[in-house]
């Protein structure tokens, strides 16, 4: 079936770095734009950044631009971020997500949870 998995995710201080990998499986990972979310608890959940299918165009949420970078190897099904100067701020789970059209996202994975303490 189609899945996502997420994994990386972890406790670091602030102005530390992460790198969250999202592999997909179950259909054709190289024809999907890819997206990462966040949900802090008591928030609802935040467009990150995403992906075209090939790689060649990517986009921002402007509270991470600059600090987080998305990228692909579709050989290994896996869509990357990673997160440097990291804030308590982003303290969240983080989602991705396989994005089949316009902003429309069908399949989502479990989330990892990424802790940034001062």
């Known amino acids: 079936q189609v899945q996502l998995v997420e994994s990386g995710g972890g406790s670091v201080q602030n102005g530390g770095s992460l790198r969250l990998s999202c592999v997909g499986s179950?259909?054709?990972?190289?024809?999907?734009?890819m997206s990462w979310f966040r949900q802090a608890p008591g928030q609802e959940r935040e467009f990150l950044a995403s992906?075209?299918?090939?790689?060649?165009?990517?986009a921002y949420a402007d509270s991470v631009k600059g600090r987080f970078t998305i990228s692909r190897d579709n050989a290994k099904n896996t869509v990357y971020l990673q997160m440097n100067s990291l804030k308590t701020e982003d303290t969240a789970v983080y989602y991705c997500?396989?994005?089949?059209?316009?902003?429309?996202?069908?399949?989502w994975g479990q989330g990892t949870q990424v802790t940034v303490s001062s």
């Open positions: 997500a396989r994005e089949i059209y316009s902003s429309r996202y069908d399949t």
């Open positions: 179950g259909f054709i990972f190289g024809n999907f734009p």
């Open positions: 992906i075209s299918w090939i790689g060649d165009s990517t």
